[in-house]
Structure formats: C-alpha cells, structure tokens
C-alpha cells in the first residue's frame, strides 16, 4: 500500500481512538486487495466495484474462506473507499456474505476442571484457570498486571478490553490459590506491582496470544479433546455454566464485557437441556409394566395416612344404614376416604375432588381404585348423606375413633385445653335476607342467678325479688338468611356484615383438635362456652387448667371453670369507659365495709341488687356537686356516680390473681402455637374459611370432618417420624411418670 494511504489509516484510527491492532489488521486486509488488483493490472484507484466483486469471489471460490472473514475483507475495502478515497461504495453490488450463525462448544464443569487441574505447568494453570474462572478474553488475560488482581474483594481489573473499555470480573476462589502457588514460584525473586502477571521470555513483555493458543492446543491433544476446544471455549463454559446456575443474563453480559445483550443471549441456547427437564414427545408415550403401588412415592401423605389407622370400623358404624337387597353400594369406607382427600388436601368441592382423584395415582391408591376404574360420581356422597348419614352421628364417632387412637399413642396432652372460637362464611348471599322477630335466648344459668341474686339482697337486708309473673318472652329484631336459614348475621369490629356460622373449638397442647360446637354465627362465644365445657369436664377428668380469650371472660365463665376445680387462664381485658373519664380500677373496692372509694376518697355506698346480678354502688351528690373531679367521674344531672359490681365479681378477680401467678403467661402465650394455629390451617389448608354445605346439620358434618382429617394428618405424620415408637419406649422405661393426669 502507499505510503500516503497508509498516513491516511493511520491518521483516521488515531482521531478515532482505535486499537493499534484494528490499524494492522485493516492494512493487511487492504494490502492484499491492492495486491490482487495489481496482479490483474488495475491501480487500487482505478478499481470499480466489478473489481471488487471478482476479488471476493477470489475469496470464496480460489481460497475458500469462510463468509466470517470474507465480510472482514469487505468492510475494510468499503472502509478504504469511503474515508480514504473518499468514494461511494453501492451496498447492494458489493453485499455482506451471508454468515452461518455456528454454536460455541461448551463442554461440561467436570470435564473442564480436568482440563485446567490437570496441567502440570502452574503458569499455564494459572492463566487457564483465569481464562475459565473469570470468563477472560485470551487477549485480555495475557495482558493482566499482577495489580488487576484483588484478592480482598476478589475481582480481577480488566484494563483496555475489547471497544476500549474497563471493567471489573469475578476471581474464583479456585483461581486465587493456584495464582498464589504460581506467584510465589515465578516471583520469588521480586516483582513490580505493574509488572505483567505473565510476561514471556522477554520479561518485559507480556506472553501472547498465540502462546496461549498453542498451549491449550498442546494440552487439548494431550487429553485428546475435540479440534474445537479453543481458548474461547473456557468463556463460553464460564458464561453458559452461570446461566446454568440462575445467574442473571444481565450480569453475564457485564462480566464478560459486551456492549449488547444480544451477544451475551446465545448462551440461552447451550444450556443443559437436561437441567431444565425438557423431555422428549416419545417419552410420554413410552410404555412400562408398574404397579399402582409403585407410582406413589413412599414419604406421600396417603402412605401415611393408610398406615395411622384402618378405616375398617366404619363398616360396623353404618352395617344398620344398608340394605341386604338391591343394586350394590358404594364402599362407605371409599366415600369417607374422598372426604378425608377432599379435606386435607384442601380441594375447593367434591366435584373438583373427583377430577383429581382421576388423574392423581397417590389418591387412586388410597381408596383402592386402579388406574382405569370408573370412579364414583361426585354426587354419591351427597345422596348417601341425605338417604343413609345424616343425624346418625357417623362423623362424631369416625372423629372419636382418631381421638382415640390419638390417646392410644399418648400424643394427647390433657392438662391444659385451648378454646376459642372462629367464624366461617356461610354459603349464602348477603343481600338475600327478611326481617325477623325471635326470642332472646335466656341465660343457662338463670336460676342459680336469681338464687344467687336473693341470697345477696337478704344479706343486704333488701327483700327477695319477685317472681316475675310469665309474660310474653322477650324478642328481639334479626336478619334471617333466605338462602341458609340456619346460618346468623354476623358483625364484629371490622369484620364485613356477613352470614355465617360460629365454631367454639377445644385442643390439647399439642394442637389436637378434642371437641367442638357449631352454632349460628349470632351466638357469642361465651353463651356457647357452657355446654362445650360441661362435654369437656366429662371427656377429659384431667383437665386441670382451661385457657380462654377475653370473648370468655365473665363471671358466669370463670366461676363455672373455678367451681370444677381447675384453674382458668384469661388475658387481661381492658376496661371499656369512655376517653377522658375515670377507669372503674381507680374505685377501690373495700370488701369489709362493702363499698367503693373514688379517686377523691370519697364513699360509693350499697343501695341495691338488680335483676341483672349486678349490685349498685352509689355516690353522695351533696359531696359530687364540689368534687373538682366531677367532669372524669359523671356527667350525671343530679351528680351521683354509679358503679356496679357483679354478685359473681369474686371469680373474675380470682382469675386475675392467676394470670400473675407464674406460669400463667407461659401458657396463655401457647395459645398462638395452638388453638390459633388450628384455625389458621383449618382455613388457608383445609378450606374452612367458606362452608361448602347449608343449614346446621350439613355444616356441623363438614367441619367434624375437617377437625377429623386435621387430627389424623397431625397424627400421621407423627407416627412416620416414628415418634410413637420413642414414647412407647419412655412409657415402658419409666411407668411412674404416666401415674399422674396429663
């Protein structure tokens, strides 16, 4: 080339800021064009773009070089005519050769960790172990300086990459110890920071890039990998096995310095098929000799329900329901084994259950079905309830049995019982309701009340209250559900105005379920609370202490659990009087003289005993109308402050003193871990958060079956961890520990 043309390069390239090495290799490209035209006696001037199609058909055909480097040899001639000849160059006569788009190799981590483990040379180690381990260029790597490395936060600097830029690249662990073996084998004798971390013969130059090809070349026949083992397969491994990992294509893109993302994208295509458990068609239609018994794997939950306990006992329960004539029934113990399915697994209904007991081995297994037996519909169970089921206490006893076999194994923890009560939505429309007058419920304990309330007023030195003559009973306003009649309008805090049903429900320490009761979702928890406990005081006679949230926390409660002789565990309840007035605490009750002090030390006196057991302690006005606290005590016309006590008050501050003893707290807490626990799986696991069923009998049915799969899933699990084995053990070693009631 002339040397005005080459000035001319040299001149364009060092405004552009461009590598010395894009200068040379453009030369050499266009050395050789001017070298063909002048074999073809044609001046480089004077070449038209014929010229230049018959040298690139010289490329292709006479030299057979691949599209790749003949697009090489057509930039830098397109390059050469238009900033040096300043000439146009016609991109649809002088076209880019289509390239054939070829996929890197990338050999997999243990056959790279051979590769660079392997190499006895610990120099060449090292750099292999850079150009794998940090995802280097060779051209990058042979120009490390021993200060790029930084072992403290483990990044190797890459100075004057590809485009000319820097950039920062992870340093294995992996590549830091051999770098520190090879640094203080070759550098023994002193270094300069600066100094190349691989410089060649001549140590003020660094090794080259040819050095390293022919290395791995040497090293690629010695362990007799294939000819497309490059020094650039180290990086594409580095990047596709990143990939691999779930490292992000982003950051892949900044380690190995491309400019596009699109460069860094053709990673997606070498990624391990197998990781990504892509199968192929043929599979799915491949056939095998199986047992049902082996496509259900061995830790599944229906192994370890099947194996808690045998359902067999169901077959005495119902013996009486069937008749010994007609067509053949399904197998009762079938459609409990669907409910129990439907209800642990949390399936949304019983249709949805049979869809995917069809197509679900596991649950195929369970009930004893094979893979092409037709299944029940899904509205056998539904017609066995209304014609065989319903009202014969099927579901209480099949809830007792588990209790029961939940005894038998000692998980039963009965010292302290948990209750508490939840709502659940029933299946009605909130807007579908009429109006209704109905009898306010009396209290449970009325007549010992009204004893209780006599014996008091006697004391007092009032006469007895009057038998009320019998009058028409009290009613009062309710909305009445016209799609569930049974289910209650419910409200409360922030709760949205819903139909629904209530559950007061009763678990041992452990979170076993051990009784409940099922009400209209309009009954409080404490007018449900009596007859669960007396069930419970029968059941369980070791019951010693009863833990309750503060819905519960009333005199007729706590002196109901203080009479049986246990111990009642209640929060602390806040008093509810109106902001800017006095607490009722800050009257001082003095049990001698039978009256309160307010906070002026003034004397609140006895007058009376009302019908609702609540005795009335009253102010002097003379001594209120001065009282420089009268706005924080009443806003009474005539200035007489009220304050009421119940005749039955004294358990409620018993069940103070105990919430301080020690102890208390402790149990009270567990609460969280238990009652709190059963409702919170109940609803988000087992679908309880919405009745599937109306009236009070359907749902009653419905819940005593999740309250029955919840207690057999804790115990199923329970005894495959072989937990029952260990009690049984320490029941055998040390008899004297089970003498006394848990």
């Given at each position: 080339m002339d040397t005005i043309y080459s000035q001319e390069l040299e001149l364009y390239f060092e405004l552009k800021g461009s590598p010395e090495s894009t200068k040379k290799h453009y030369e050499c490209l266009i050395t050789v064009f001017a070298k063909h035209l002048s074999d073809h006696g044609v001046t480089i001037e004077e070449s038209t773009e014929r010229d230049i199609q018959g040298f690139i058909l010289h490329l292709k055909n006479d030299l057979k070089l691949q599209p790749g480097t003949i697009n090489n040899y057509i930039s830098a001639i397109k390059f050469f005519n238009i900033h040096v000849l300043e000439r146009p160059c016609n991109p649809y006569k002088v076209p880019r050769m289509r390239n054939r788009k070829t996929m890197p190799t990338v050999y997999s981590r243990e056959d790279v960790k051979v590769f660079i483990d392997n190499t006895k040379n610990l120099k060449h180690k090292a750099f292999l172990s850079l150009l794998y381990g940090s995802g280097l260029r060779t051209s990058e790597v042979t120009k490390l300086r021993i200060s790029?490395?930084?072992?403290?936060?483990?990044?190797v600097r890459v100075s004057e990459a590809k485009h000319g830029t820097d950039r920062y690249t992870i340093l294995s662990g992996h590549s830091l110890l051999i770098l520190r073996e090879y640094f203080l084998t070759y550098f023994k004798n002193g270094y300069e920071r600066n100094g190349w971390l691989f410089p060649g013969a001549d140590r003020t130059k660094h090794i080259t890039k040819k050095t390293v090809a022919l290395i791995i070349q040497n090293r690629r026949d010695e362990m007799q990998f294939d000819k497309t083992f490059t020094p650039r397969t180290l990086r594409h491994c580095f990047a596709t096995h990143l990939l691999e990992d779930g490292v992000e294509l982003a950051y892949i893109q900044q380690l190995l310095g491309h400019r596009l993302i699109e460069t860094t994208t053709i990673y997606t295509h070498l990624t391990s098929?197998?990781?990504?458990?892509?199968?192929?068609?043929?599979?799915k239609a491949q056939i095998e000799m199986l047992s049902l018994d082996q496509l259900v794997p061995e830790n599944h939950l229906v192994r370890k329900l099947e194996k808690a306990i045998k359902l067999d006992f169901i077959y005495g329960l119902v013996r009486d329901l069937y008749s010994p004539i007609g067509p053949e029934s399904i197998d009762p113990v079938v459609l409990i084994k669907?409910?129990?399915?439907?209800?642990?697994?949390?399936?949304?209904?019983?249709?949805?259950?049979?869809?995917?007991?069809?197509?679900?081995?596991?649950y195929r297994w369970y009930l004893g079905y094979g893979l092409n037996e037709k299944l029940p519909h899904f509205s056998t169970f539904s017609k066995n309830y209304t014609r065989r089921f319903e009202g014969k206490g099927l579901f209480e006893e099949i809830f007792k049995r588990v209790l029961m076999e939940i005894m038998g194994h000692g998980f039963l923890d009965e010292e302290t019982l948990?209750?508490?009560?939840?709502?659940?939505?029933?299946?009605?429309?909130n807007h579908r309701y009429q109006r209704k007058l109905a009898e306010k419920a009396a209290r449970y304990y009325e007549t010992e009340l009204q004893n209780e309330i006599n014996a008091d007023r006697e004391a007092h030195g009032k006469k007895p209250m009057k038998e009320q003559k019998e009058a028409e009973p009290e009613l009062k306003e309710t909305k009445e559900s016209t799609t569930d009649p049974d289910s209650g309008y419910f409200h409360k805090g922030e709760h949205k105005k819903v139909f629904a049903y209530g559950a007061n429900v009763a678990c041992d320490g452990h979170g076993y379920i051990?009784?409940?009761?099922?009400?209209?979702?309009?009954q409080h928890d404490s007018t449900v609370f009596p007859k669960l406990y007396?069930?419970?005081?029968?059941?369980?006679?070791?019951?010693?202490?009863?833990?309750?949230?503060a819905g519960y926390k009333t005199p007729a409660i706590a002196r109901q659990i203080i009479e049986s002789g246990r111990t009642p565990v209640m929060p602390y309840k806040r008093p509810m009087t109106k902001e800017g007035f006095f607490r009722k605490y800050e009257y001082a009750y003095d049990e001698y003289y039978d009256c309160y002090i307010c906070p002026n030390n003034a004397v609140l006196e006895y007058t009376t005993t009302n019908r609702e057991g609540y005795r009335e302690y009253k102010s002097n006005p003379a001594i209120c109308a001065s009282c420089p606290h009268l706005s924080q005590c009443t806003h009474s016309k005539n200035h007489v402050k009220l304050v009421t006590r119940h005749v039955w008050e004294s358990y409620i501050e018993q069940a103070e003193d105990i919430r301080h003893t020690v102890g208390t707290k402790e149990i009270y807490d567990k609460r969280k871990e238990t009652i709190e626990r059963v409702f919170a799986d109940a609803k988000e696991l087992h679908g309880m958060r919405y009745a599937k069923h109306r009236g009070l009998g359907r749902v009653t049915m419905e819940l005593t079956l999740i309250f029955t799969c919840m207690n057999l899933k804790k115990l199923a699990n329970r005894l495959w961890d072989g937990s029952s084995f260990i009690l049984f053990l320490w029941r055998f070693s040390y008899p004297q520990a089970f003498s006394f009631n848990f």
């Open positions: 790029d490395i930084n072992s403290k936060s483990m990044q098929k197998a990781r990504m458990g892509i199968k192929s068609p043929i599979d669907i409910n129990i399915i439907q209800y642990i697994f949390g399936i949304r209904s019983m249709r949805q259950t049979l869809k995917e007991i069809e197509v679900n081995n596991a948990y209750i508490d009560g939840t709502h659940i939505k029933a299946s009605a429309n051990v009784d409940s009761e099922i009400t209209a979702g309009n007396e069930r419970l005081s029968k059941e369980y006679p070791a019951m010693r202490n009863v833990a309750v949230d």
